[in-house]
């Protein structure tokens, strides 16, 4: 039998290069080896971000195009909306009852997502609602709706796994076999570097390249990286290891990228020059991703095609995920 592979992402901002080489990248690879579902996360997005719902709701649309263009095949992968699944929302809560808050607050991503509230809003980071830190409830009712077998994310997400894991353990300890315990497919891609050097690139920490900036953002974001600080004049011997310019000529996979660090170690390499090639590769690698968007931004009614019509896959599949659970559950009265 085919592998069945969930995953998800939040709509709360376009795709950068982060998610593609973190994450995205490997989805395109697996999408004809597995049942893939692919779920636009809107009701997690909406945990911290209740108060903008606009926000959320123009996200899905642009995460959907994001997906499109960087090659995510519709016939092979269900893309779907989790708000469209009522299932997912009724066994979250059957699920609640298996977690404690002790085990919620000691999950560490939920637990270094509050310090970082705390760190950016002060005392009102103190005000964490229950839907945030009930959100890997609702994470393991996602992967198990579908009885996702593997769950291709990133080293952060290891946590909610685990999360997962316990829940459908002790689900099927109590109420019997039921649920498949789903196992991470951890991406071999590391994290991806901001422009500005931080370990991570990030939306709000403002240092990304996003998939769909245009070739004059492109150009004034890397003209803006950091370099190795030492080199002073053009002509200076410079280490390429500690310059971001360098790190995304390797990450796009730049044919000329010995050349670039023998010239740069040797001072044959001015960085504005060497800024411009990578501008160039940088518009060339982007291109296709740039086509296929421009194409799904002018057929919008096709974006929502494939978006209801791996939502009716994904709901079929969830009913009868729900109807085992409440068999299980004992609450099947009329069945
Ligand atoms: N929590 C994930 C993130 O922030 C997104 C997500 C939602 C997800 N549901 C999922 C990931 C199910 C894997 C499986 O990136
Ligand atoms: Fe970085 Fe290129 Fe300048 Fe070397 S020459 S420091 S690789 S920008």
Known sequence: MQKTILTGLRPTGNLHLGHYFGAAQNWVKLQDEYDFYLEIADIQALTDNFDNPDKVRKNVHEIAIDLLSIGINPSSVHMFIQSMIPEIAELTVIYSNLVTMSRLYRNPTVKSEIAQKKALFGHHGESVTYGFVGYPVSQAADITAFNGNLVP???????????????????????????????????????????????????????????????????????????????????DPANPEVCMVYYYHKLIGNKNLETVCEECKHGKRGCVACKKELILKMQEFLKPIHEKRAYYETHPEEVDAILLEGTEAARTKAKETMAKVRQSVKIDYFD
């Open 153 to 235: 994310v990133g080293e952060d997400q290891l946590p909610l796994i685990e999360q997962c894991r316990e829940i459908v353990r002790k689900f099927n300890s109590i109420y019997g076999e039921t649920l498949v315990e789903p196992e991470p497919l951890l991406s071999k891609a590391a994290r991806v570097k901001g422009l500005d050097g931080n370990e991570k690139m990030g939306k709000s920490l403002g240092n990304a390249i996003f998939l769909a900036d245009s070739d004059e953002e492109i150009a004034q974001k890397i003209m803006g990286a950091i370099t190795d600080p030492n080199k002073i004049r053009k002509d």
